[in-house]
């Protein structure tokens, strides 16, 4: 990789100058959201009572989950390896994976869109994801993507969302749905406008696990926070033209060789709330001043062998947890995992591996 093909930059910081200025010509950002609403297909009435049917109704017609696929984050590799917690994190929670001793991790990165067929290079790729399961009992999940904040706090905004994407036809005159739909909720207009630069590989993306769980020590004492999974190499994406000279799927093919050399490594933080912020709305984003604790390190260490089979077996869910480990006031773990069971369902009724 040639010297300056890459854009360091702080992660969570704007990343293209397009928007410097206000928030410009809305529809420049649009991209991203019109590439994964499905096209030409009636939204769920608001009017319905099942938030997770209205939700998984309209997810359910995107690419991937009509070949049987994920609703989302179709597009993915899983590899395995271990994780090594550090002294900071048997202090802060009781969970078994947090006291002292290695435990075995898989882990599952992904492209953000709905369509397998997805080019990493591309900018509607993003945002890329990482799934860990910390395999010891049942297992804990983290599911985690690479912007710093949710599109948006609730499931009806989520909803309204959709049923934006869903409404909007770029041959109709502006504005349109989508359009009024940012211009009235600025953090997922920043989100949106976030997701223009493309990670050099999966091994060098920051992963922030957006929701808030409760952290339960040995003595009973609980203390909100929120994952962060930081890069050990530090975090570096592709300018314009480096990014067009990558493959389709360059992101798999970097992290295979990269494995070959060396495990791949990410420092597992813990983000702690103040008393004044937010924990039930994952769009809010903390202040970069707040306390993290270093949790441990996960360590890459190689892909799995059959990535089909491990595609198609793997469920990740927000809500497995385990003791040490609660769900806070955030609505959102909740009615992702009822869509991921609903996803996982569609997905397995088709008969042949995904």
Same mark, same amino acid.
């Given at each position: 990789?040639? /010297?300056?093909?890459?854009?360091?930059?702080?992660?969570?910081?704007?990343?293209?100058?397009?928007?410097?200025? +206000?928030?410009?010509?809305?529809?420049?950002?649009?991209?991203?959201?019109?590439?994964?609403?499905?096209? +030409?297909?009636? !939204?769920?009435?608001? *009017?319905?009572?099942?938030?997770?049917?209205?939700?998984?109704?309209?997810?359910?017609? +995107?690419? *991937?989950?009509?070949?049987?696929?994920?609703f989302a984050h179709a597009k993915g590799v899983v590899a395995q390896g271990t994780f090594q917690p550090s002294p #900071?994190?048997?202090?802060?929670? /009781?969970?078994?994976?947090? /006291?002292?001793? %290695?435990?075995?991790?898989?882990?599952?990165?992904?492209?953000? !869109?709905?369509?397998?067929?997805?080019?990493?290079?591309?900018?509607?790729?993003?945002?890329? $994801?990482?799934?860990?399961?910390?395999?010891?009992?049942? $297992?804990?999940?983290?599911?985690?993507?690479?912007?710093?904040?949710? &599109?948006?706090?609730?499931?009806?905004?989520?909803?309204?969302?959709?049923?934006?994407? @869903?409404?909007?036809?770029?041959?109709?005159?502006?504005?349109?749905?989508?359009?009024?739909?940012? %211009?009235?909720?600025?953090? @997922?207009?920043?989100?949106?406008?976030?997701?223009?630069?493309?990670?050099?590989?999966?091994?060098t993306e920051s992963f922030y696990g957006n929701n808030t769980f409760r952290f339960v020590n040995t003595s009973g004492?609980?203390?909100?926070? =929120?994952?962060?999974?930081?890069?050990?190499? +530090?975090?570096?994406?592709? #300018?314009?033209?480096?990014?067009?000279? =990558?493959?389709?799927?360059?992101?798999?093919?970097?992290?295979?060789? =990269?494995?070959? %050399?060396?495990?791949?490594?990410?420092?597992?933080?813990?983000?702690?709330?103040?008393?004044?912020?937010?924990?039930?709305? $994952?769009?809010?984003?903390?202040?970069?001043? =707040?306390?993290?604790?270093?949790? $441990?390190?996960?360590?890459?260490?190689?892909?799995?062998?059959?990535?089909?089979?491990?595609?198609?077996?793997?469920?990740?869910d927000p809500t497995r947890l385990t003791d040490g480990i609660e769900l806070s006031d955030d609505p959102l773990p909740?009615?992702?995992?009822?869509?991921?069971? &609903?996803?996982?369902?569609?997905?397995? *009724?088709?008969?042949?591996?995904?």
């Amino acid at each position: 990789m040639k /010297r300056g093909a890459l854009t360091e930059l702080p992660h969570g910081t704007r990343r293209d100058g397009a928007f410097n200025h +206000g928030i410009g010509p809305i529809c420049i950002a649009l991209g991203l959201l019109l590439l994964c609403a499905p096209r +030409g297909i009636q !939204a769920a009435p608001a *009017s319905s009572p099942d938030l997770t049917q209205q939700i998984a109704s309209i997810m359910s017609q +995107g690419p *991937s989950a009509k070949s049987g696929y994920r609703f989302a984050h179709a597009k993915g590799v899983v590899a395995q390896g271990t994780f090594q917690p550090s002294p #900071d994190a048997a202090r802060i929670s /009781r969970a078994a994976h947090f /006291r002292g001793a %290695q435990v075995p991790i898989t882990v599952r990165f992904s492209d953000g !869109a709905p369509d397998t067929a997805i080019a990493d290079n591309s900018a509607d790729a993003n945002p890329q $994801g990482m799934a860990i399961r910390f395999m010891v009992n049942r $297992g804990t999940d983290i599911v985690a993507n690479s912007h710093n904040g949710f &599109i948006v706090g609730t499931g009806e905004d989520f909803l309204a969302l959709l049923q934006a994407k @869903a409404a909007t036809d770029p041959s109709k005159p502006h504005p349109w749905p989508i359009e009024a739909f940012l %211009q009235s909720h600025p953090r @997922a207009l920043k989100y949106v406008q976030d997701l223009r630069s493309i990670p050099a590989s999966f091994s060098t993306e920051s992963f922030y696990g957006n929701n808030t769980f409760r952290f339960v020590n040995t003595s009973g004492e609980k203390q909100p926070g =929120r994952y962060q999974i930081i890069p050990v190499a +530090g975090t570096q994406y592709l #300018d314009d033209a480096a990014a067009k000279a =990558r493959s389709p799927n360059f992101l798999a093919e970097d992290l295979k060789l =990269r494995l070959a %050399q060396a495990p791949v490594k990410f420092r597992l933080l813990l983000q702690l709330a103040d008393p004044a912020d937010p924990t039930n709305d $994952g769009s809010a984003v903390w202040p970069e001043s =707040r306390k993290k604790v270093e949790l $441990g390190v996960i360590s890459i260490t190689s892909l799995v062998a059959d990535n089909a089979a491990a595609e198609n077996e793997l469920a990740f869910d927000p809500t497995r947890l385990t003791d040490g480990i609660e769900l806070s006031d955030d609505p959102l773990p909740i009615l992702r995992s009822r869509v991921y069971a &609903i996803s996982v369902a569609s997905r397995r *009724s088709h008969q042949q591996p995904r």
